[in-house]
């Protein structure tokens, strides 16, 4: 066998299209997995093959192959995205009892955040409701900004009442 005929058995065939829509479909969806592919740790994209020929692959194939990765990254996310959900509903649940009543609830977060129960039920829920859903990435970030501004506020409201505690706590030691 000669060079050239070993070197061609070994590489595979290249997939050319011919509709310059298709073909910029194509570098876009090649870019798009090989930015994923770097981006993500390979625990992300469990159970997600990534040849190494992608320009071997036909546009419908790479598409998919996208979309799997995609779906992959999500479910990872996924479970992340459930902790969130809970925690602000948590600290919001903890905002409206220590503003509107006279529950004295400061520190519910903060316990709900460490109990491994709680982790456990919401692991199990993630489990049940939505290992089939794809959540994109722009919800994933809105609840996580809304989560952050909720645990701020929580942690601003209580902060000046703890100042004037600590304040107070202060003044009459001395006496």
């Known amino acids: 066998?000669?060079?050239?005929?070993?070197?061609?058995?070994?590489?595979?065939?290249?997939?050319i299209a011919t509709d310059p829509k298709e073909a910029e479909k194509r570098r876009m969806t090649i870019a798009k997995i090989l930015q994923y592919s770097k981006t993500f740790p390979i625990e992300y994209l469990k159970g997600v093959q990534i040849p190494n020929e992608l320009h071997s692959l036909a546009?419908?194939?790479l598409v998919t192959l996208l979309n799997d990765i995609r779906f992959a990254v999500s479910q990872t996310n996924g479970q992340n995205m459930y902790s969130t959900?809970?925690?602000?509903?948590?600290v919001s649940t903890e905002s409206i009892l220590c503003t509107f009543t006279p529950i004295r609830a400061e520190g519910l977060s903060e316990v709900c955040k460490n109990d491994?129960?709680?982790?456990?039920?919401?692991?199990?829920?993630?489990?049940e409701q939505s290992i089939n859903h794809y959540v994109c990435p722009q919800n994933r970030l809105l609840l996580s900004v809304l989560t952050s501004i909720a645990a701020l506020h929580s942690h601003n409201i209580?902060?000046?009442?703890?100042?004037?505690?600590?304040?107070?706590?202060?003044?009459?030691?001395d006496l």
């Open 59 to 61: 546009t419908e194939e």
């Open 1 to 15: 066998m000669e060079p050239d005929e070993e070197d061609s058995q070994q590489l595979a065939p290249i997939y």
């Open 85 to 90: 959900a809970f925690d602000f509903g948590i």
């Open 158 to 173: 209580n902060k000046p009442v703890l100042q004037l505690e600590k304040e107070i706590e202060d003044r009459w030691k």
């Open 116 to 127: 491994q129960n709680i982790k456990a039920i919401l692991a199990e829920l993630y489990l």
